[in-house]
């Protein structure tokens, strides 16, 4: 049992693994396509992972449903599911990690991503 648990310990930091990590998400990027289709290439999330981002044009809109919007109408912070609300678009970069989907002005099960 302790060869198997040997064999399993990675031998890099954690900060060695998320820069890693970083590279191999930037290399299945196709950087050109994404450009081509008006996103950009920037870092996302907790581990600042390399990714391809559209921006919506009317992020930061106030809202009452997804239709309302190019992405997502959401909450700026978690809601308790059911109350009534205004969400705001998203903007598609720098948007809050948990929040709640807002339909018919209404707030939906809390999410959080990274």
Same mark, same amino acid.
């Given at each position: 049992?302790?060869?198997? @648990?040997?064999?399993?310990?990675?031998?890099?930091?954690?900060?060695?693994? *998320?820069?890693?990590?970083?590279?191999?998400?930037?290399?299945?990027?196709?950087?050109?396509?994404?450009?081509?289709?008006?996103? @950009?290439?920037?870092?996302?999330?907790?581990? #600042?992972?390399?990714?391809?981002?559209?921006?919506?044009?009317?992020?930061?809109?106030?809202?009452? /449903?997804?239709?309302?919007?190019?992405?997502?109408?959401?909450?700026?912070? *978690?809601? /308790?599911?059911? *109350?009534? #609300?205004?969400?705001?678009?998203? *903007?598609?970069?720098? /948007?809050?990690?948990?929040?709640?989907?807002?339909?018919?002005?209404?707030?939906?099960?809390?999410?959080?991503? /990274?």
């Amino acid at each position: 049992m302790l060869l198997f @648990l040997a064999a399993c310990t990675s031998t890099m930091t954690m900060d060695e693994e *998320v820069e890693q990590n970083r590279k191999q998400a930037l290399s299945k990027i196709d950087i050109l396509g994404c450009l081509m289709e008006g996103k @950009l290439i920037a870092s996302v999330g907790m581990f #600042a992972t390399p990714s391809c981002i559209k921006l919506h044009s009317d992020g930061g809109k106030i809202c009452q /449903d997804s239709s309302d919007c190019e992405g997502m109408c959401t909450s700026k912070e *978690v809601l /308790d599911n059911g *109350v009534k #609300a205004n969400g705001f678009c998203q *903007v598609g970069l720098g /948007d809050p990690s948990c929040y709640n989907e807002i339909a018919n002005g209404i707030a939906d099960n809390a999410t959080c991503a /990274d």
